[in-house]
């Protein structure tokens, strides 16, 4: 635990380092990427785009796995077949390659990952385990058993954070999706 809460600790305290310095160096042409902001023939930003890439490329297989265990437990019960497991693996691979041939801006993945899952994991998701994990079953605690008011709510609450973020994303990005800026006034002015 005092392992896990250290290496979290310093990879917050090196983020924020490096999203302040960025800013403090670019101001308000800081891009989604701040390697966007560096010249290709920078050498210290291709060492960094390597690192990154490398990262990438050595950490998406351990994340992919534990994705697709969590999918396969989610949508199906009992010991798993190799059939489903080859399945899982192309559709999820599918999921994830597809979008990222055809999306360049960062800024439009990182918006809606953001808003959607972002208030998932912190209002949603928590509410709801607590809620089963006390009451059993979602449906007896919204019939009022005690103490279900907070968790409710932040369910509630946490929905609310993602429809309005959703909104707030798709407004700052709707010329991606062909949306004219008409039709976007009409859609995120209300």
Not at 60 to 72: H, I, S, T
Not at 135 to 155: D, N
Request: net charge positive; hydrophobic share 50%.
């Amino acid at each position: 635990m005092a392992s896990t809460a250290s290496g979290l600790a310093m990879c917050f305290v090196l983020y924020c380092a490096m999203a302040v310095c960025g800013y403090l160096h670019f101001g308000g042409r800081t891009e989604a990427d701040i390697l966007n902001n560096f010249s290709t023939s920078d050498q210290l930003a291709v060492g960094a785009r390597l690192a990154l890439g490398t990262t990438i490329v050595f950490s998406y297989p351990l994340v992919f796995n534990k994705v697709r265990g969590a999918a396969d437990a989610l949508l199906f019960r009992g010991e798993g077949t190799r059939g489903r497991h080859y399945l899982l693996t192309l559709l999820l691979n599918v999921a994830v390659i597809l979008p990222g041939a055809y999306i360049e801006d960062l800024s439009l993945v990182l918006s809606f990952n953001g808003a959607i899952f972002g208030s998932l994991i912190c209002y949603c998701i928590p509410a709801v385990v607590y809620l089963c994990g006390r009451h059993q079953t979602w449906g007896k605690a919204v019939r009022g058993c005690p103490g279900s008011a907070p968790p409710v709510f932040c369910v509630l609450f946490g929905l609310a954070v993602l429809g309005f973020g959703t909104l707030q994303s798709f407004c700052a990005h709707h010329a991606q999706f062909g949306v004219s800026d008409a039709a976007a006034r009409r859609v995120c002015a209300a």
